[in-house]
């Protein structure tokens, strides 16, 4: 069983940077697909970027430019960078990792932007 914890919301004002970090407990982290979702108040959730176990990266088109994936092998953790933050990038956040019929969510961290 793989346990997956959020951690690194709070508050950030328009305009500042977030760093989001994902633990994949009781597993490697690297061995996964990795996704960073996100669900705004009153709106479906919504994938943010992904990560494969080979690197490949993907971003939603609201956060590109502005977001970047990554992974830590030596430390086990997933990480979702968020900078220019905006008022509608207001969400729950939340860690995904895949591996075959594996799927593993986080509890979710939430990020307000809001001066």
């Known amino acids: 069983q793989v346990s997956v914890v959020e951690s690194g919301g709070g508050l950030v004002q328009p305009g500042g940077s977030v760093r989001l970090s994902c633990a994949a407990l009781?597993?490697?982290?690297?061995?996964?697909?990795m996704g960073w979702y996100r669900r705004a108040p009153g709106k479906e959730r919504e994938v943010v970027a992904t990560?494969?176990?080979?690197?490949?990266?993907n971003y939603a088109d609201s956060v590109k430019g502005r977001a970047t994936i990554s992974r830590n092998s030596v430390e086990n953790l997933g990480y979702l960078e968020m900078n220019n933050l905006r008022p509608d990038d207001t969400a729950v956040y939340y860690c995904?990792?895949?591996?075959?019929?594996?799927?593993?969510w986080g509890p979710g961290t939430q990020v307000t932007v809001s001066s």
């Open positions: 995904n990792v895949r591996l075959g019929n594996y799927d593993f």
């Open positions: 990560m494969t176990p080979d690197g490949v990266t």
């Open positions: 009781g597993s490697r982290i690297a061995v996964f697909d």
